[in-house]
Structures are given as structure tokens and as C-alpha cells.
């Protein structure tokens, strides 16, 4: 967090204390207007004078297309930006810390778990590849995302971007998160580094991407509360912090750290070949480790449990060394890129010597394939992205991946989204082996079948109340969990998924309802994947200018509920989901209630929450996981900074 004060203190000196009254919203400008307004022409000297507006301000992600930055207030941006992780965690809950991640109530696919180690619950602020903003700004420009912590600390993201001439532009980004929790032993401790950079040479022919990405995840691990009867009757009320937890001597730490480099070349003259030729190269290293003072007797109940002479810490680790080329063929209305890659993958852990089982210390193999995209574009009507790729190993099996999404517009202004998407991948690495000074908790999945994940789905979206309606299909055959034993295992039957829901907001001059509902069911192997049946939020507010028009306010209530169901448990040791045990208990039922009041005023945005008011009245009976509480009533407030030189 210091390092985070450092910078902005350092780029505060570059950077002018008031946004530039003139810039205007992007929802305000005209389509045709220039990016830049010209307001002296040089009649008077030689030297032109240029005042930048918002669309001068854009980013992208690798090799797609640029966009404005947002600083208008919608109502959305109070379902993110009063997330620790600025994302929408719908269908989520979360534990009683910021940074310690959630309960995943819904089924999702988690591309970045393919041939890695990503403990599950530490994915929640793991940026992937094409999470990676690039910039391209005319003055330099700055961000800060601010949160409040659970009792101690806070949250704050910051962001430097500038251009070095008109084609060259980098990005620093850090994010440190630190926040004591409202139970003992639960601190979380996360935080990031970004490097960024973007280059165009001067007749477009040559274009580079390249990004350092460091991420820590770090959480203290309690195990959850001792006395559940307790925290259910309200008598644990007067102070959370003096409530007994499992385990005090145990921690958890992910680290995640990549280089990356993509860079394409046009060759000859792109209107009458219009080929390029593109390399991508980025070594990824993931690292989990999970720590121990000494032996923690909730773990274990005899000596004989207990691994004679080995480390009550242990680490695990995988690394991924990807190297690409590529041919790309682009157009207006027509893009395909196909190359053959080359990767070095490593899986390794603590060996241990045990008679009853063979943990491998370390596996690794060179796997050799192919990856192809398609885009087509026709009439600014219809939209096609697909994405494949295939690759041949022996230690991790063959792997098949591809995304197909289609847009569409049959009516102006009501879309037709539709996806098909199927992926065949040996199971993530943290269910493929594990040692520990816990006899138990030793195993080796060798052999290990792919996971094939079948998903159909789509949604339309209609003009009437802004409305989205969806559905999702997911069939997974050879679908990898770990049991109540917290041993990996794949199921014989396929796992078969349905999920239907909308989203509407209903207005009525300055008032509005937002409304997102979800119906969903494991229509096979129920017991494998318990889930909620229903999931559903409302966010009734009131939106208006105000004080002449320099500034916008929202006011309103939010209202999160998902259904009673018999909920997977939290397993610190793996940092992953496992079935319920004997002494598990239901979750849900109980309503999760926010009042806030958010402001913008220029391009600074205001969040301030009152969370769970309901245990204002009411003793808190919410969980995130079985013995896991969800956090009481708490003060939130997240600030969100534009500041444009």
C-alpha cells in the first residue's frame, strides 16, 4: 500500500488538480465528431491549439477494437464499483473479507484453469490475457479506484497511462488490497503490478502488444467458526473478532506472473495483400503455496495421521511457455488468423514419500498445435467470432477448445446473441496431485480422463424496459470434483446444467427497478454440483441532477436472495470447493439488503453503501460457505477517479 501512496504522489505532480471543464461524456457527442476540437486555428501565430475530448481517451484489449472511456453514470456501475474485485459478482457471495473470495452459486467456465494451477477461490481478480487494457490517450491520464476494508485497511487501484508520441503508448497499474476481516485469523492481502505497453510504426504496418502481469492472492485461513449454534441464535453478536475459529495457524498464498509480447507484421501492400503475419510469445508461472506455524489439530486426530519428517508448509507450481506464429488474413468484412504453437508445460509440487501412494514431484511435457479465429461482419448487422484450438500430449492428454458467438440485429434495436462453445482439457492441475503433512489429504489423480464441457446458450435483448432474457446449457462429461474427502474424483455420468433468467428496469421519470432473476437446475448428478434454484437481485433507486447540473446522484435500495440449498464447503488447504460432509448444514434464504446513496461529480464517482442493514434489526443468520458467515452491516464506500491532464 505504500508503493501505492508513492505513485500517486509522484504522477499527482504531472497531473493537473481539475478535470477539464469542456470534455464531454461519451453518450453526449455526436457520432461524426472528430476526436479532437480545434479552438485556434494558428490565424494569430503559428501554433495551433487543440482542447482533447472524451473521445481522445480510449483503450482496447490486444488486436480489437478501441473504446471511449466510460464517465457516464449508469446503473450498473454500482453492482461493480462496490466490489473489491470492480466486477459484477452476480451469482456469487462472499465471505465475511474483501479479498478472500466467494461462493460460486452458479456454474461457470474458467478458460484460465486449462493446463494451470488456479487454486479456484483465487481466481476471482486473476487477470487473463485478454483482460489487459491498452491505451491510447492524448494527455497523460490517470485512475484511482478506492475501497473501504472490512475493520482494518483498504483497496486501492491506481492507474498512469500517457502516449510517448502518437504511437506509442504504456501503462503502469498497481492494486494493493489489505483488510483485517471481521472474524480472527481471516487478513487478506492481495496485490498487483502492471505493465503495459502498446506501439503502431507510422504507416500501420507493424503493431506490438506486449504486458508484465504480477498478482499476489494472500489470505489468512480459520477453517470458519467453531460454535455454528452460537453465531445462529445471535449470541456471538457482541464481538466476531473473539469467536472461535478452527485453525490460527494457517495460511494460503497464489502467485501469478507473466510476460508477454504479440507483435504483427504487414509485409506488402495491405490493400492488395492484405495478409499479415503475427508472433505471440508469453511465459506464465503460477505458484501456490500453502503455509503452517505447526500442525493444526483440526486436520488430524491421531499421530498416525501425520507424515513423519515432513514440512507442514507445501508449494505447488506450473509454468507455461507458449510460442506462436501465425498468417492473418483482414478486411473489412472478413478476418482469419491461423499459426501452429509450441508449448513447454511444467506441474510440480513437494515429493513425498508415502508406500500407500506415488506423488510425483514433478511433470512436464512440450505439446505442439494449431489455433485458428474467424471474424465476419456483414452489414452491421451480423457478427460471427469463432475460436479454435487443438494441441497433442501425452502426460496431459490432447486438447480441444473452441468459442463460437454470433450477433445479430433481425429488428433494429433488439439483438440475438447465440454461442456454442465445447472444450476437451485435462482436469486443472490442483486436482491432478497434492502433498501434505496431513496423511489425508496425499493424492495423485494418474488417471486422469479430459473434461468435456458442452455449452449452448444465447440471449435476446429487446427494446420494451431494456430487457434480457437468457438461457444456458452445460453437459460435462467426465466432470472432475473433489468429494467430501477432499479427494479429486470424475464422474462416470455426464453433469447435465440448465440456467433461464432475465434482466429488466422498469422507469418511471427519475425512478427505476432493476431486476435480474435466474432460475437454475442440475437436471443429473444433483449431488455432485448443489446449487440454489433461484438467484435473484432488485436495485429500486432514484437517479436526477443535481446542484444546477454540476453533479448526479443516485439513491436507492438493493435486495440480493438465492434459495436454500445444501452448499459445497470451503477447503483451505487446496483453496477449491468440496461436497458437503456429515456435519454440514444448508445455506441461503436469507436476504442480503444494501442502502446506498452514489454521486458523480465531473469525472469523480461517489459509492457509499450501508451493507447487510438487515442485522440492524436482526442478528446476522447469513452464510457464504457452511461456517462461514457472510460479513454484518458495514459502512462501504468506493471512489472512482478519472483524472484527464
Known sequence: MKFAFLLILFFGSFLQAQVIVNKTDSNKLEKKLSDTLVIDSGTKDSLKIFKPTIQDYQYQTQFSEKKVFDTVMTFDKTYIFSQYNNRDNFGRVQF?????????????????????????????????????????????????????????GAALQSTYTQNIGKRFNFALEYMGLRSEGMYRNSLAANNSTLFSGHYTSKNRNYELFTHFLHQNVNNAENGGIVDDALFQSGNSESNKQNAQVNLSLSSSQFSYRRYYLSHQLTPFNSEKFPFRIRHTIFNQGNKYYYFQDG??????????????????????????????????????????????????????????????????????????????????????????????EFSNGNQFGNYLKTTNN?????????????????????????????????????????????????????????????????????????????????????????????????????????FHLNTRVQFQSALTNKDLLPMPSFIGRANFFFQSK????????????????????????????????????????????????????????????????????????????????PHYPVYDFRLNIGIVWYLFN
Open 96 to 152: 465475511a473479507n474483501i479479498g478472500a473470495g466467494f461462493n460460486p452459486l452458479s456454474y461457470e467456465v474458467n478458460a484460465e484453469q486449462n493446463l494451470s494451477l488456479l487454486p479456484s477461490n483465487k481466481s476471482y481478480v486473476i487477470m487473463g490475457m485478454n483482460d489487459i487494457r491498452y491505451y491510447d490517450v492524448k494527455t497523460p491520464t490517470a485512475s484511482f479506484i478506492y475501497h473501504t476494508a472490512m475493520r482494518n
Open 295 to 388: 500442525l493444526e489439530n483440526y486436520w488430524y486426530t491421531t499421530a498416525s495421521q501425520i507424515v513423519t519428517g515432513f514440512s507442514p508448509s507445501t508449494r505447488k507450481y506450473s509454468n507455461n511457455l507458449s510460442n506462436t506464429v501465425s498468417l492473418v488474413l483482414d478486411n473489412e468484412k472478413f478476418k482469419l488468423d491461423a499459426g501452429v504453437r509450441y508449448q513447454m508445460l511444467k506441474f510440480g509440487l513437494n515429493e513425498i514419500n508415502l508406500s500407500s501412494i506415488n506423488v510425483p514431484g514433478e511433470l512436464k511435457e512440450n505439446r505442439l498445435g494449431a489455433v485458428g479465429n474467424l471474424q465476419v461482419k456483414l452489414f452491421d448487422k451480423f457478427q460471427l467470432n469463432s475460436f479454435l
Open 406 to 510: 454470433v450477433k445479430f440485429e433481425p429488428i433494429k434495436d433488439y439483438f440475438v446473441n447465440a454461442k456454442v462453445n465445447f472444450q476437451s482439457v485435462y482436469p486443472s492441475f490442483n486436482y491432478l496431485a497434492n502433498s501434505s503433512v496431513y496423511r489425508d489429504f496425499n493424492y495423485y489423480l494418474d488417471d486422469a480422463k479430459n473434461q468435456a464441457i458442452t455449452e449452448v446458450g444465447g440471449s435476446i435483448n429487446l427494446k420494451w424496459f431494456k430487457t434480457e432474457v437468457f438461457a444456458n446449457y452445460f453437459r460435462i462429461d467426465n466432470y472432475t470434483y473433489f468429494d467430501a474427502a477432499a479427494l479429486p474424483r470424475q464422474s462416470d455420468n455426464p453433469l447435465n446444467i440448465s440456467q433461464i433468467g432475465g434482466d429488466a428496469t422498469f422507469s418511471y421519470r427519475k
Open 546 to 625: 443535481a446542484f444546477k447540473n454540476a453533479a448526479e446522484i443516485q439513491a436507492g435500495l438493493k435486495v440480493y436472495y438465492f434459495s436454500k440449498f445444501a452448499s459445497r464447503e470451503y477447503f483451505p488447504i487446496l483453496s477449491e470447493y468440496i461436497l458437503p460432509s456429515a456435519d454440514s448444514f444448508s445455506i441461503g434464504g436469507q436476504p442480503i439488503a444494501d442502502l446506498y446513496i452514489n454521486m458523480k461529480v465531473k469525472k469523480m464517482f461517489f459509492f457509499i453503501e450501508g451493507q447487510q442493514i438487515g442485522t440492524l434489526i436482526s442478528y446476522n443468520k447469513a452464510y457464504a460457505f
